[in-house]
Structures are given as structure tokens and as C-alpha cells.
């Protein structure tokens, strides 16, 4: 039975999630035909808004083909490529991607603000994501805020067992046993201290993923 409904309401928006996934990943959906998958790969060489708008219009004509089965399988898999869950990523976008997270949330204002503009600059270069500009720039804050967050935390727990270590120490002369008391105190503030999230930073990743795809083309 084709899917009608995703006809009516879904078709538009499936078309323009697929254009904005990496190429790497689209070559290897099983579930995409190989018309659609040309279609789509087509679509995300384009330059140019005019350009990629006709695209997809003819991708989201195709995917009106689709049975319900089909249009379950596929949007299954997309969620699958943007939770990061659907494969390895190619080494050189996870390197890319990587390094641009790092400077980002860079402690040196000019690196990471430097980086932030390389990175919007691919983004302007095309206009299929399936996220906005101002969706990344709201993740890069978030995770330079949870960044600040995690370091603060980490540098109170190395005082606290620096504080313990010096009552413990006291008159303790072996080393070995200075080091076991290190190794259980520390285990042990660890477990009772909540640990710094780490969510903002891992979105921040997904996304600059994307990014890198295309300058990894």
C-alpha cells in the first residue's frame, strides 16, 4: 500500500532530512533504492538555494512511491545516522569533527572563535542541513558553557583529595602506602560526587559530524 499519508504531510520534510545527512552515510542505506540514493547524493553535491530547492521537490516526488513498510524502515535508519548509532564514522570527518570541538571550546577566545567562523562558513556554503545556524551556534554555547561547568568540578574534586590526602598522610613516610591512600581516596570522592555531563558536548560532536562530511567529500 503506498503511504498516503506520508504523501500529504511528511514527504517535504523526509527530502530535506535526507539531503542534509552525510554522503557516507546515505551510501550505505540499504533501505533507499538505487534511484533515490542517486537522487539524494545528487542533491547534496548541489550548490546554490534555486538549485537545491528543485531537487527536493524531485527527491520528495520519488519518496511519495514509498509504502508505509518502507517510509517506517527509512525514517528508523535516518534517526539511527543522526543518534550516531548507525555505523562507524568515516576516520577523517570523526578526526575533522574532533578537532573542531576541541577548539571550539577552547579556553583561547581567538581559536575558538576562529574555528566558529570555519566552521559556519561551510554551513553558508550550502543550503540543505537538517539543523539551522542558529541550532548549532545555541549547541557550541551549550557545550563551552558545560565545558566551563565539568572543568570547575573536576578541579574541586582534585582539591578535596588533595585536602583528604594531607590528613591521611600525616606522619606517613612510605610511599606505597601514600599511594594506596591517594587511590582510595580518590575512588572514593569519585563515587560520591556527581559526574560533569558530558550531553552538550556529545550533540556539539554529532552535528559538527555533518559538517565535516561535506568538506570530507
Known amino acids: 500500500m503506498l503511504c498516503t499519508r506520508f ?49 527536493e521537490g524531485l527527491l520528495a516526488k520519488r519518496l511519495r512511491a514509498l509504502t508505509d513498510d518502507q517510509v517506517l524502515a527509512l525514517t528508523a535508519q535516518i534517526q539511527e545516522i543522526e543518534n550516531g548509532t548507525a555505523g562507524a564514522v568515516d576516520p577523517a570527518v570523526e578526526s575533522l569533527a574532533t578537532l573542531w570541538r576541541q577548539k571550539l571550546l577552547s579556553a583561547d577566545e581567538e581559536e575558538s572563535n576562529a574555528t566558529r567562523s570555519e566552521v559556519f562558513g561551510v554551513l553558508t556554503a550550502r543550503d540543505s542541513w537538517s539543523f539551522t545556524r542558529q541550532e548549532l551556534s545555541q549547541a557550541v554555547d551549550a ?34 602506602a601514600l599511594a594506596e591512600t591517594r587511590d582510595f581516596i580518590s575512588k572514593k570522592l569519585k563515587s560520591a560526587s556527581p559526574k560533569p555531563s558530558v550531553k552538550a558536548s556529545r550533540k556539539l560532536l554529532k552535528l559538527l559530524r555533518s559538517v565535516a562530511a561535506v568538506v570530507a567529500l
Open 7 to 55: 504523501a500529504a504531510k511528511e514527504k517535504k520534510s523526509l527530502a530535506k532530512t535526507l539531503l542534509g545527512l552525510p554522503k557516507s552515510q546515505v551510501s550505505s542505506m540499504a533501505v533507499l533504492t538505487d534511484e533515490i540514493k542517486d537522487i539524494v547524493l545528487r542533491g547534496i553535491a548541489m550548490e546554490g538555494h534555486i538549485a537545491l530547492k528543485r531537487h
Open 143 to 176: 557545550a563551552r558553557k558545560e565545558s566551563i561547568e565539568r572543568t570547575e568540578k573536576m578541579n574541586a574534586l582534585q582539591i578535596a583529595i588533595d585536602e583528604e590526602m594531607k590528613i591521611m598522610a600525616i606522619g606517613v613516610e612510605d610511599e606505597g
